[in-house]
Every structure is written in C-alpha cells, then in structure tokens.
C-alpha cells in the first residue's frame, strides 16, 4: 500500500503525491519526489526505472527528495520506503526543512494525508 504524501511550503507552494507502490505495482514501481536543479521542478518519478529524466526539460541531473543537499533539517519520518532488493536503500521523508522549488528556501515540510492502493 503506497502513501498519500503532500509537500508543502509556506510560499503557498503545495503538491499532493502518491508515493511508494500499491499492491498491484510494488514489484515494479516506487513513486518517490524529486527535484530538478535545472527548472526547479519537484516531481514524483519511479526509482526503479533508470535513468530518471526530468518531464519538464528533460535533464537526468535530478535529485531525490531524500538526498543530504535537499534537506537541512530532518523531523519525523512521515513516509519510509523499504527498496533494499532493488537499489539496497531504504527511503525516507520527514515533516522537517527540505528546499522548496518555488520559493528556493528550505522550509518545504511533507506530511501524510492517507494510503492508496
């Protein structure tokens, strides 16, 4: 069962996510956010197919959510994801300062809204 994740900033920026895998597609498919550096984009991409492109300009040179170089602060975990098998790492995101592609500053946070299936 995969999880209803919203980030959001108080720049107003906000963007509801659908992240990790539902039973149908957990084998096949990890939805997780990441960000590009080159438009300042935050997308949701499958981490297990690669290499992750940018669907607004194309770039490969995009980050996920829970790299060191996103994330200032750290807070409580709102939604883990175990893919050890398939990249051996397990994936993490927390309600505290991660850097917000609209505003630039690190007071994005993410928070749990439900499950999806």
């Known amino acids: ?34 960000y590009c550096p080159a438009c300042e984009q935050l997308f949701v991409a499958n981490l297990f197919v690669e290499p992750i492109r940018c669907p607004e300009c194309g770039s490969h040179g995009v980050l996920p959510y829970d790299a060191d170089e996103l994330c200032e602060k750290k807070g409580a ?33 993410f928070h749990m809204r439900g499950f999806w299936d």
């Open 77 to 109: 975990v709102v939604f883990e994801w175990f893919v050890r098998d398939r990249n051996d790492r397990a994936l993490e995101l927390t309600n505290g300062e991660y850097l917000c592609p609209d505003c630039g500053q690190f007071t994005l946070s």
């Open 1 to 34: 069962m995969g999880s209803i994740v919203v980030a959001s900033c108080g720049c107003g920026y906000e963007k509801e996510m659908n992240l990790g895998g539902g039973m149908m597609n957990f084998e096949t498919y990890c939805g997780f956010p990441v």
